[in-house]
């Protein structure tokens, strides 16, 4: 099948070389000029495990190719998938901007003859897909064309892609959501995964457009619930990751997304949270639990910040160390990550920063560049250990389980994923705490 997709950030990109591997042909459009000679030389803008070597084999067989050039685009595939960015207003809506101006485009170039399956990857509100239905049915009308409607159809297919593991997820989907009013359409999406064997489930566009929504949502609660958990279990010196574990054990809850720790960053749980509030608020509907969710998660980021405030005076020239940047390991992504929280509350209480992480330097610096020169990078976790008063483990990267125990001795630690044993650590650090972990004596 020949496929055309329309943006080539984390989910365009991911979907498009996925598609290429999986035997179909791709035409992938990005309006970054510099970004899409980058991809023809081969080069991938993100850090995603698998991507590069996928990539490689579908360069190799010319599956994939890359344009900015809307008609060329347009014309090349009989499905054309929208994987553009919705990122939050400053209300917590879905920006739309830009799934509006990719249509306007479509529609300059929709041509008789010709039947395009117009399919929304990108995260978009309930209604999404019948505005787009309509608005192209009126953008073609106006050019003259008497049956708009017969020159495409709109499908909807929420991506579920989790940064670290976004290969996997689209080779081995837990399941793959198609919303259709016409099931024609909805059967010649699924047969594009047909190697994949997934597990499908049709239904109407705005029922797929939802599921999306409250999937994200559900797993930000299960997150906020068990790190609200941790604050209980502080004050009544019970331990977390017991508790975590135990509710893991039954099969009606299962043991993702209970991991306490800082709360949940990156570009889709905080964002699509903030949307599903904004929807409820557009339809009179109120969100207490949601709400609630935020709120926690805000609270959860800045734990670390008072628990320093707690042990020092004051942090003006303490030495703080960040361990890890990205929202998540295995990833560079540092979108809503607590490392930002973190280090423009540092900064300003006037600490003296080190941070480090194993790729994702270069993202956190663009992103507080405003603060760079007041940020010491540091090399080796080794190394910004031994420069630092107190170490926050923002991120659970697997190289920081073999960070040598011992330089860490007299230093004030907050382990913000429980990464360390804390029997050991209440023994050789000045002061350490966990989330959530039982209070040890040192005697």
């Known amino acids: ?9 984390y989910v365009g990109l991911v979907s498009g070389i996925c598609f290429a591997y ?24 993100i850090y995603e495990p698998e991507l590069d070597r996928l990539f490689s084999v579908v360069r190799k067989n010319k599956r994939i190719s890359f344009t900015t050039d809307y008609k060329e685009c347009t014309r090349f595939g009989e499905f054309i998938f929208i994987a553009v960015g919705t990122p939050p207003r400053a209300d917590g809506s879905a920006d739309l901007s830009f799934v509006r101006s990719a249509i306007e485009e ?17 995260t978009v509100p309930v209604g999404t897909g019948r505005w787009i239905k309509s608005f192209l049915a009126e953008r073609l009308k106006s050019r003259g064309i008497p049956n708009p409607c017969d020159l495409f159809d709109v499908v909807s297919n929420p991506e579920f892609l989790r ?30 995964y047909e190697k994949v064997n997934p597990t ?3 239904c109407d566009i705005s029922t797929a457009e939802m599921i999306k929504y409250a999937s994200n949502a559900f797993l930000a609660t299960k997150i906020s619930f068990i790190n609200e958990m941790s604050k209980l279990c502080e004050s009544l010196n019970a331990d977390i990751e017991t508790v975590s574990r135990a509710l893991g054990l039954d099969h009606r809850i299962s043991p993702a997304f209970l991991k306490a720790g800082l709360g949940f960053g990156g570009s889709c749980l905080p964002k699509d949270v903030s949307a599903l509030i904004s929807i409820g608020k557009q339809h009179n509907v ?5 709400q609630a969710v935020m709120e926690v998660n805000n609270e959860q980021q800045r734990k670390p910040i008072k628990f ?18 990205s929202f998540k390991p295995e990833t560079d992504d540092v979108r809503n990550s607590p490392s930002l929280v973190l280090a423009q509350e540092l900064v300003k209480e006037g600490s003296i920063l080190w941070v480090h992480d194993p790729i994702a330097i270069h993202n956190f610096l663009n992103n507080l560049h405003k603060f760079e020169k007041k940020i010491n990078v540091a090399k080796t976790p080794e190394q910004l250990i031994t420069n630092c008063d107190a170490v926050i483990i923002v991120t659970d990267w697997p190289d920081y389980k073999d960070i040598d125990i011992s330089l860490l001795q007299d230093k004030v630690v907050f382990d913000g994923r429980n990464m360390l044993n804390p029997e050991i650590m209440n023994q050789i650090c000045k002061v350490y705490e966990g989330i959530g972990r039982t209070r040890l004596s040192r005697e």
């Open 308 to 325: 320093l405030k707690s042990v020092f005076p004051s942090l003006k020239g303490v030495r703080v160390g960040l361990l890890g940047l």
């Open 200 to 202: 499908l489930l049709v």
């Open 22 to 45: 999986l035997g179909h042909e791709v035409l992938a459009l990005d309006k970054d000029e510099k970004k899409i000679q980058s991809l023809r030389k081969g080069k991938i803008p």
């Open 1 to 9: 099948m020949k496929i055309s997709i329309i943006g080539t950030g």
């Open 163 to 192: 940064e670290g593991k976004a290969v996997q997820d689209f080779m081995s989907p837990d399941r793959v959501i198609i919303g259709a009013d016409n099931r024609n359409s909805a059967w010649r999406v699924a047969s594009l």
């Open 286 to 290: 109120t969100t207490p639990i949601l």
């Open 106 to 122: 479509i529609s300059n170039h929709l041509r008789e003859g010709e039947l395009k399956i117009i399919v929304t990857k990108s």
